[in-house]
């Protein structure tokens, strides 16, 4: 594993997009990995512009993200912006290319939000499993719309791509993707149900008034598959969450198991780490900035 930290969020972004421009650079069939939410904003922004300089042409790239809310296309829509319309005109990912975990299903000719899929989950008890806040759909599920969420979640496992960068963010709890606390670490793309502590951070995410309680994610050990994840975090808020990604136990610790991966934190998301965690981080992995 590799840590970098940088003082700012801006030489942080800076940071990743050179690496990143370096790696599509080297191997013209490398994937992109997206995740969604604020952090990777600002590299998704300079991204752009090297676009816009001629240094970079993502319109042959295929980009797979990470998650989607159950019963919404937020981060479709959330992903087609900041990979395609905010590109250059032909230099952006093309649509086609960009895929999203599908969280929209319709059921009697109604979207099936959230409390929908309570009913659902407590009517038919029989279609699934749960495996902490993983939700398993069985092979022999009867509800039509279970059955097609179990193949649409195989299918989008199936195409991952292994040699893609991964692009992560990391929730307060450690989350990477939508794998909360209690997911296994080889879990695959599924259905998920989201933490308090997620419903609550994401809040904003919510403005039409549907709150979500559920999406449909990657699995940490789909995640684990990627030639090079990358894991972004920025300010305080994070530090307990890069803390247990480091050092302790939470989802993304798992990435510690990971030969390449990649930390990009600033300092201030290190603030109260002791210097004797901050001595055992330097023995252990290649460190800069530190
Ligand atoms: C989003 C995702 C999440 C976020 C995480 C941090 O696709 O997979 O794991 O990366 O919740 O979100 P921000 O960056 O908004 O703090």
Redo the contacts with the bound molecule.
């Keep these: 594993m590799k840590i970098c930290v940088f003082p700012s969020a801006e030489q942080m972004s800076k940071a990743g997009q050179e690496l990143i421009l370096r790696e599509l650079k080297e191997d013209p069939s490398l994937a992109l990995g997206g995740?969604?939410?604020?952090?990777p904003k600002l590299l998704y922004g300079l991204l752009a512009q090297a676009a816009e300089s001629g240094q970079l042409d993502l319109s042959q790239r295929q980009i797979w993200?990470?998650?989607e809310y159950f019963g919404k296309d937020m981060?479709y829509k959330y992903a087609i912006n900041f990979l395609h319309n905010k590109f250059p005109k032909g230099k952006g990912i093309a649509v086609k290319n960009i895929h999203v975990p599908n969280g929209m299903y319709y059921f009697e000719s109604q979207i099936v939000h959230s409390e929908i899929l309570d009913e659902v989950l407590k009517k038919n008890r029989d279609d699934y499993e749960m495996k902490g806040p993983e939700v398993l759909i069985k092979p022999g599920a009867k509800h039509p719309f279970l059955k097609q969420l179990r193949k649409d979640t195989k299918t989008y496992e199936k195409s991952l791509p292994l040699e893609r960068v991964q692009i992560?963010?990391?929730?307060r709890e450690g989350?990477?993707?939508?794998n909360e606390v209690g997911t296994s670490d080889k879990s695959r793309t599924h259905l998920t149900v989201l933490a308090d502590s997620t419903v609550e951070a994401n809040a904003e995410d919510f403005e039409d008034g549907i709150v979500t309680r559920y999406a449909i994610t990657q699995g940490s050990g789909s995640i684990m598959k990627a030639y090079l994840p990358i894991l972004f975090a920025n300010g305080v808020k994070k530090t307990e969450a890069v803390h247990g990604l480091l050092i302790g136990d939470n989802p993304a610790s798992v990435l510690r198991k990971h030969p390449n991966t990649h930390v990009f934190i600033t300092g201030d998301t290190l603030g109260e780490f002791k210097s004797a965690d901050l001595d055992k981080l330097r023995k252990k992995y290649e460190v800069t900035g530190l």
């Design positions: 995740a969604t939410g604020n952090t993200f990470l998650d981060y992560l963010g990391i929730g989350h990477i993707g939508f």
